[in-house]
């Protein structure tokens, strides 16, 4: 996992490897095809956004991969994140596979050892800049050892220095660690303590936006139920 450099997979071959396993499919709106095959004799993950290809969406596709690519570089041997293998399509990349079990397991098993890793691993990925503002049980992998493995880097977002003071990446880092702690009171019944509760407390501007924009909802709905 991450930790031996893997060999570089070919920029844009004339077609793309065969699938092995679909691992998940794409249903919702920019969600790519993600499956397991083999590249240079080793296991690999695919996340293939080329449906998209020929459309309206075909931008922001190839800002996913990007964006998703980008982050992996930054993070290479980095042990809490899988190693890019490289775009092998202009909408599709190829991703080391980390085998291991669901957090939701890892978490049954031994939840305080897992979530105070999890915990460290976002916290070291906030330090280098990096938040990932799509944390979830099944963007969490626990590799041998008890390894947490982040995946899904496509909604991550990385602040220049000059920025990472400012109250909206603030704000991201503190869903982060949101995230991480209603999973660890979901999977454990551990709730945050009282330190955390400060911690995680939102300014008054995020409450007022999200107020306002659950008023303008209801407004909305109202209007168009009359």
Request: include cysteine; charge should be positive.
């Given at each position: 996992?991450?930790?031996t450099r893997l060999?570089?997979?070919a920029?844009?071959p004339?077609?793309l490897?065969?699938?092995c ?5 794409g ?5 790519p095809?993600?499956y ?18 020929h459309?309206?969406l075909?931008?922001?596709?190839r800002v ?10 930054r993070l ?6 899988p190693?890019?293998l490289?775009?092998?399509a202009?909408l599709?990349?190829?991703i080391?596979y980390?085998p291991?079990?669901?957090?939701s397991?890892?978490?049954a ?18 330090a ?7 944390l ?6 626990i590799a ?8 899904d880097?496509a909604s ?5 220095h000059?920025?990472?003071r400012?109250p ?9 660690l949101?995230n991480?702690l209603?999973m ?6 551990i709730?945050p ?10 300014p008054?501007?995020?409450r007022?936006i999200?107020?306002g924009?659950?008023?303008l909802?209801?407004r909305?709905r109202r209007?168009?139920q009359?």
């Amino acid at each position: 996992m991450n930790t031996t450099r893997l060999p570089a997979v070919a920029q844009r071959p004339a077609r793309l490897p065969p699938r092995c396993r679909t691992l998940k499919r794409g249903e919702r709106l920019l969600e790519p095809e993600v499956y397991l095959t083999r590249l240079d004799g080793r296991a690999a993950v695919v996340k293939d956004y080329s449906r998209y290809r020929h459309t309206p969406l075909a931008p922001l596709a190839r800002v996913l991969v990007r964006r998703e690519a980008r982050a992996l570089r930054r993070l290479a041997g980095w042990r809490h994140a899988p190693a890019l293998l490289g775009r092998i399509a202009p909408l599709a990349l190829a991703i080391e596979y980390v085998p291991g079990i669901p957090l939701s397991q890892a978490a049954a098993d031994s939840p305080a050892p897992v979530f105070a890793q999890l915990r460290g691993a976002v916290a070291r990925l906030h330090a280098a800049g990096i938040t990932h503002n799509d944390l979830h049980p099944a963007n969490v992998l626990i590799a041998s050892g008890g390894t947490p493995v982040l995946i899904d880097f496509a909604s991550s977002l990385r602040a220049p220095h000059w920025l990472r003071r400012s109250p909206l990446v603030r704000q991201l880092r503190r869903g982060d660690l949101a995230n991480v702690l209603k999973m660890q009171a979901r999977l454990t019944g551990i709730g945050p303590g009282r330190r955390q509760r400060a911690t995680l407390a939102e300014p008054g501007w995020v409450r007022s936006i999200r107020d306002g924009w659950k008023r303008l909802y209801r407004r909305d709905r109202r209007r168009a139920q009359d």
